[in-house]
């Protein structure tokens, strides 16, 4: 259902929705209940309001008897637009000077400019779709890899949507029947069954859990796999960087300890994102440039998702690659996956060494030999810790929805504490209501401006 639209909403709003700079076509979008008649005292051409929606016209835009441009006007009348509203989108030539032009004219004529997302919040606000698919239309314009453009794709549509509101509504029916309880508290009757209830909020906490596992999934695919490359001096973490990047992204050199700082750049393989981390050499130096460097590399490897350990076949033994990946990642915190290189070079002994080694690839990065193993490698390890989208059920990309979610199973949890502690219907109906808070926050049934506020300002400003 459409929630009412405040005042400050019920004006109509300009935006340029298309990006800002010199280019063929430029687009400006307006939306409300005037978008029409003051789209139609600027447009010389069809009269406007006498035509139907989804159409399209040729005509020019006017300063009184100055023509700003030839343009082409798309018209949408509400309910059925993006907004909901009656929208106007104007297409012209991308010059600043023709849209910042046509901009300053129809603000004299009564519109405003729109506010960052202030299109997406007026379809949320008039029930287009819930505050989890709004969100998923930033995360799609955002979207830089197949998964990434999957998963908003699925949440947009309303998947994430709909199996919440499923959960929502199977709490719902117990909920209102413990408040029945408490209508008829004096007569000591109980509507709700304690053992099916229990049965329900343990199937509802499972679902619960699985989404918020599901969030470590959504994070990398939103945000990357960051993969740390590692290493001593010379062995070869800058030309495997090249490689994976298929490009001269780092300085490559025979002296010892060139890379200084961190380099990072990312790639898509088979439509997961990787952000690869390029690293000082770890040795001890007297340079205090390079020191600082191999610091930022030991800090920078306990906050990766993977630890490249890239090694020399020809000046290392098994024993010292183990030592020194202890030594780097105690305890094995991190995910590694040893890289030994150079075996175009090495002897038959030394690459015999290493290739019965777990999880270990032996590559020559110079000559591009085993970097489509490497690749396959890491997609294995990736999906080997469930980081894989490809027929996955519904997955949690936003920080927001999983706080929501940890609060709904903490919610829970005081729940099936209640019950197992014979505890009264209204501290239980309590704690369930703060589930079916928690689970609202999520799809703007129950909302703060502030909240609202806080999501749309990330949008862009056509948008």
Known sequence: ??????????????????????????????????AVSLTDAVFAGKRLRDQPSHSLHVGTIRDGDRILDEVVIS?????????????VEISCHGSDYIV??????????GARLAEAGEFTKRAFLHGAFDLAQAEAVADLIAADS?????????????????????LR???????????????????????????GLVSLLQEVQALVRRLLRSFELGNVIKNGVTTVIAGKPNAGKSTLLNGLLNEERAIVSAIAGTTRDLIEDEVSIEGIRFRFVDTAGLRDTTDEVESMGVERTKKRVLQAALLLYLFDITRTTPDEVQAEIEALNPGRLIPVLAVGNKRDVASEEEIAAFQHLPETVLIAAARGEGLGELQATLLQRVRGAGLDATGAATIVTNLRHARSLEKTNEALDS???????GMGTELLAADLRQALAALGEITGEISSDDLLTSIFTQFCIGK
């Open 100 to 109: 910042q032009q046509i901009l300053t004219l129809l603000t004299r004529h």
């Open 1 to 34: 259902m459409a929630l009412p639209l405040p005042p400050a909403l019920s004006d109509t709003i300009i935006a340029l929705s298309t990006p800002p700079g010199a280019g063929a076509i430029a687009m400006l979008r307006l939306s409300g209940p005037a």
């Open 169 to 195: 509504g199977r709490l719902v029916k117990f909920a209102a029947l413990l408040e029945l309880e408490l209508d008829f508290g004096e007569e000591d009757v109980e509507f709700a069954d304690r053992t």
């Open 75 to 87: 018209l949408f009348r509400g309910p059925h637009s993006y907004t909901r509203e009656d929208v």
């Open 146 to 166: 197949a998964l990434s453009h999957q998963v908003a794709l699925k949440q947009m549509r309303g998947g994430f949507s709909q199996e919440l509101r499923e």
């Open 415 to 421: 729940v099936l504490l209640g019950l197992a502690n």
